[in-house]
């Protein structure tokens, strides 16, 4: 089993920045890959990025993160970021980190980001 904690959260107003951070504890070993996920209200839950276990990054089809967001991973802490820059109101969303090993997906209870003036 795998635990997630995600932080980093809170409001923000527009062209601001947030660092997400999904710290990650249990059976993490070999090849897994972990990503940021989001869900506005009222919208279905879609990707924004993964990293997997050796560092390979991916992120969202669409141009509503690219440019703005970076994954990034410290082995050491377990702990996989996500850096957002330059936010926008329709980036609110409440934020989900997951861990995918084996065709098993662990999810964090999420984080609430908000970018309002």
């Known amino acids: 089993q795998v635990q997630l904690v995600e932080s980093g959260g809170g409001l923000v107003q527009p062209g601001g920045s947030l660092r997400l951070s999904c710290a990650a504890s249990?059976?993490?070993?070999?090849?897994?890959?972990m990503g940021w996920y989001r869900q506005a209200p009222g919208k279905q839950r879609e990707l924004v990025a993964t990293?997997?276990?050796?560092?390979?990054?991916?992120?969202a089809n669409s141009d509503s993160v690219k440019g703005r967001f970076t994954i990034s991973r410290d082995n050491a802490k377990n702990t996989v970021y996500l850096q957002m820059n330059s936010l926008k109101p329709e980036d609110t969303a409440v934020y989900y980190c997951?861990?995918?090993?084996?065709?098993?997906?662990?999810w964090g209870q999420g984080t609430q980001v908000t970018v309002s003036s």
């Open positions: 997951n861990f995918v090993k084996g065709g098993i997906t662990s």
């Open positions: 249990g059976s993490i070993y070999g090849f897994y890959v």
């Open positions: 990293i997997a276990s050796g560092g390979s990054t991916n992120y």
